[in-house]
């Protein structure tokens, strides 16, 4: 795989009222992955092409909805273009421990979305693996818990 490029979509964070259900929703209908992440409350998720993201409760003051972040090197240097261009930053770079930084910025006409820099540069990759190798383990529990509802529907 190329390696993404600055601007690219590297993650979608879901904020919802009821994550449990939310990811037991998106493993039934589309197979997505969870992993949960204990120490950040939140559950990471692979898509089968990607990108990837999180799935928490809505932080304060947030709605439930989807934060969309784009790829930086340079969270600081992107900041000062986009306040350059008529955008604002809502949320200073803040540290993801162990993982990288993130920035939360509104374009000109409304649209919030978020900065990612990484400090890990072949996460994406190792999320995909780590995916691949769980789905391979329940895929078969969960084509045979697919069967078994459909002989009840059956019947």
Sequence with gaps: MAEQKPGSFVHM?????????????FEEVFD???????????HTYSA?????????SPMENQSPGILNYLLSHDIDADVKKIEAAGGRVLQPK???????????FQEPTGIVMALFESKMPDLRE???????????????????????RSRRRRR
């Design 32 to 42: 997505w992955d969870f992993e949960f992440v204990p120490e950040m409350n939140y």
């Design 48 to 56: 089968p092409s990607g990108p990837g993201g999180g799935l928490m």
């Design 94 to 104: 803040r540290e993801i421990p162990g993982v990288g930084s993130w920035a939360l």
């Design 126 to 148: 190792r999320r995909r693996t780590r995916a691949a190798a769980r789905r391979s383990s329940t895929r078969k529990v969960a084509k045979e818990k697919k069967q078994a």
């Design 13 to 25: 964070e879901i904020a919802s009222t009821d994550p449990q259900r939310t990811r037991q929703f």
